[in-house]
Structure formats: C-alpha cells, structure tokens
C-alpha cells in the first residue's frame, strides 16, 4: 500500500515536499518513482531513484526538484522547489518498477491515490 502526502496550495515560487509511505516487504531492495498527472493530460513522469541511490528527472523538473528516499521509515520523497503553475498536478507515487540506465518502468500494480498540488500565479 502506498500513501502519498504533502500536497497542498502553493504560490509560484514556493516549495512543497512530497511524502509517500510504503507498506512494503522490501522497501530497501526497491526502485521507485514520482509521476503526476495534470488535469486533462496524461500522467507523466517526475522522477525516479534506484535502490542503490541513482537518480534521474524529467527535463521540465531537473534543477528544481530533489528525490529521495529513507529506507528506514519505508517513505520515498520528492522535494520540490521553485514551483510554476506548470507544476500543478496529482501526483503519484510509484514502487518496485525498474531502474535502468538512467530510465524508470513503473510497476503496473503499484500506485497510490496522489496527492494534489495547485500552484497559483
């Protein structure tokens, strides 16, 4: 199961951080992700890290916003910053795809709720 939080309203400019908890056997050994999905497009991409701490960003988000994970506590993160209206989106998190050279495939049956973020001009 999967639980995404810390979304909210938010002035462009400004900054959130995503949280999604994972009830997960093996939360260490997994690759993981961030998608989102803007109101009436598809889901897309954010960002993704390996288990072993690689990580890689959709272009539109590189720079801006920071992925990470805390083996511990089962959570993976995603720090954003410097948030545009272009940010706004539900976003979600996804566990136990597969990291490869830089590219994730997400797990099919792995996705929480999301959690909404709205970014106002």
């Known amino acids: 199961q999967l639980v995404e939080s810390g979304g909210g309203l938010v002035q462009a400019g400004g900054s959130l951080r995503l949280s999604c908890a994972a009830t997960l056997r093996h939360f260490s050994l997994s690759d993981m992700g961030w998608y989102r999905q803007p109101l009436e497009k598809q889901r897309e991409f954010v960002a993704a890290?390996?288990?072993?701490?690689?990580?890689t960003y959709a272009d539109s988000v590189k720079g801006r916003f920071t992925i990470s994970r805390d083996n511990a506590q089962n959570t993976l993160y995603l720090q954003m910053d410097s948030l545009t209206v272009e940010d706004a989106a539900v976003y979600y998190c996804n566990v136990g795809g597969t990291y490869y050279r830089g590219t994730y495939i997400p797990n099919p049956r792995s996705w929480g709720r999301g959690t909404q973020v709205t970014v106002s001009s």
């Open positions: 890290i390996s288990r072993g701490g690689d990580t």
